[in-house]
């Protein structure tokens, strides 16, 4: 009889054990894509230089910026507690209209980068857990020139990114569920080119004349987001 008692309870522990593992919503072996949408809002360093026949002119101004930013995830469970992904990401800046002077009429960017993750919470649907991310971001300037040829329809520049923040999956099902993401994240671009039109360079030339024009420029801020969650 005793032998029997420890036998029924070693099988319920290995049950009640099994359906926590079975229970958990991220496990060792789950792949999860994550699809969102929110906003980025941040503030930023602009740092111009300015070279005209040899002669450097800097200047430098703290301003804000904002973006709605559409991120896609992937995550792959190394353990039940740790994950690794990749991440891509779309921003596209919000443009203030109200100052006449600014010809800016997009500003846009693609991040690619690697993500690591750990598991704080880790329940039948929900999913709680800290993401660490480093990688690559590429952006680009398109600019109204009114018609005038002197000034500059385009810049372009790449740097590199990080973000730590907090992500919460929950579940519907097995499979499908909802994810909510709050991040601190940083932005360095060095160097951003500024091209300037073919009759402006022309221009340059004919008058034996060098001018270009580069700046560096910094964000720091926030992003608040919300999206679909897949596992498999």
């Keep these: 009889m005793k032998k029997f008692t420890t036998l029924c309870l070693a099988l319920v522990a290995i049950l009640f054990l099994n359906n926590n593992v079975n229970a958990q919503a991220f496990q ?5 894509i994550d699809l969102g949408i929110g906003f980025g809002i941040y503030g930023t360093t602009n740092t111009w230089t300015t070279t005209f026949n040899g002669n450097d002119t800097t200047v430098s101004e703290n301003d804000g910026a904002a973006s709605k930013v559409f991120p896609i995830g992937f995550e792959y469970g190394i353990s039940d507690k740790i994950g690794i992904g990749a991440d891509l ?3 596209n800046y919000f443009i203030d209209n109200e100052d006449s002077t600014d010809r800016t009429e997009s500003v846009r960017a693609i991040d690619f980068g690697f993500r690591f993750s750990f598991h704080l919470l880790n329940s039948d649907k929900n999913d709680l857990f800290i993401g660490l991310g480093l990688g690559y971001s590429s952006v680009n300037w398109k600019y109204d020139t009114g018609g005038n040829v002197f000034e500059a329809g385009s810049a372009s520049g790449s740097g590199v990114y ?3 923040g907090v992500t919460d999956r929950i579940f519907f099902s097995d499979n499908i569920g909802i994810l909510f993401n709050l991040s601190y994240v940083g ?9 300037l039109t073919s009759e402006a360079e022309q221009f340059l030339a004919d008058n034996n004349w060098t001018f270009s024009q580069e ?7 926030v992003n608040l987001g919300i999206g679909l969650a897949v596992k498999f």
């Excluded at 932005?187 to 091209?195: E, F, G, L």
């Design 162 to 164: 990080f973000s730590l």
């Design 28 to 32: 060792k072996g789950n792949i999860n």
């Design 187 to 195: 932005y360095k671009y060095s160097k951003v080119n500024i091209d």
């Design 215 to 221: 700046f560096d420029w910094s964000l720091k801020g």
């Design 89 to 91: 990401r779309y921003s």
